[in-house]
């Protein structure tokens, strides 16, 4: 497992009835790698996972690992229990994953002696490499660099971090705490170029659903380049980037990939597609996006 590079946090395609469109989502998931995504994350919060079944979730795994051939198929593993979250870690090593994007459970938001029970469980159900995912604005539990330091020590199948506390400071702190035992990635769109700085080594996309090779020449330009050779771009991005870190972000994100023609915006109740206000203004930013696209472009979506 190499964790590097952008790796989207696909949406989940539904049809007409809301039923998982393997389809359409084998056809999305080749398209995001043609454009230079390195690896497929399947099941995290932008898939809408809570909403699907455990069947569900097992037949959207293999289905996304034979579509990514020989790029790395990652299942977020998230759960309202340790042993269901267990469970999906041993479906998603049977279905081909290499790799799993751990999660804090739902709703609970434990302290630290529970949490890193939960997550060591999962660390320990199966072989495959771990990212854990930090996300205490829309989790409630914070990882802090020194608990990340614990878990490392005593999980070497720990080998990234997906940190999306919005502070890039975050980034430092582990990395002094880590060295380079860990590879982090910037888990929040608009944080991107700033957690490169930091010293970052992926991104956890959103976006690159609608947009791969353009977030895949941002993240590039900033390893490479540094800031101010990627801040033209990051600049035509950074309203649509912004998408990624508001309570529908999931609505919006898929609204996006219907603008540009790179997906459908059905969503699982209890969401609900944006409307109104909320739609026109996805529409003008789409808009004005598609109006100044920059010189590195996505090829046209596949029929």
């Known amino acids: ?89 041993k479906k998603a090593e049977q279905a ?78 582990i990395r002094a705490l880590t060295g380079d035992r860990l590879r982090i990635f910037v888990g929040v769109d608009d944080a991107i170029v700033e957690g490169v700085a930091a010293g970052a080594v992926g991104w956890v996309a959103g976006l690159v659903n609608a947009f791969p090779a353009e977030s895949v020449a941002l993240f590039n330009t900033a390893i490479e380049n540094g800031c101010e050779e990627a801040f033209e771009l990051y600049r035509w991005f950074l309203p649509l980037l912004r998408m990624d870190t508001v309570p529908k972000f999931i609505q919006l994100i898929k609204q996006v990939q219907q603008e540009t023609g790179t997906g459908n915006a059905r969503v699982r109740p209890p969401r609900l597609e944006v409307v109104g206000a909320e739609l026109e203004e996805v529409r003008a930013e789409v808009k004005r996006a598609l109006a100044h696209r920059p010189r590195v472009q996505s090829t046209p979506f596949p029929r």
């Open 96 to 173: 081909g994953c290499a790799g799993l994007m751990v999660l804090p459970p739902y709703v609970y938001r434990g302290d630290w002696r529970e949490m890193k029970a939960h997550v060591s469980a999962i660390f320990a159900a199966t072989p495959l490499s771990c990212m854990l995912y930090n996300n205490p604005v829309s989790y409630g539990t914070d990882f802090l660099p020194e608990q990340i330091a614990e878990l490392a020590n005593e999980h070497k199948n720990l080998e990234a971090v997906k940190e999306s506390s919005t502070d890039v400071r975050r980034v430092t702190a």
């Open 1 to 89: 497992m190499k964790w590097n590079g952008v790796m989207p946090a696909i949406t989940t395609w539904f049809d007409r009835d809301l039923r998982v469109d393997e389809a359409s989502m084998t056809r999305h998931v080749e398209w995001l790698l043609a454009n230079g995504c390195t690896g497929i994350i399947a099941l995290g919060s932008l898939g809408e996972a809570a909403t699907l079944s455990l069947a569900e979730k097992e037949a959207l795994l293999r289905n996304v690992v034979k579509a990514a051939k020989q790029a790395p198929a990652v299942a977020a593993i998230s759960a309202l229990s340790t042993e269901e979250a267990v469970m999906l870690a």
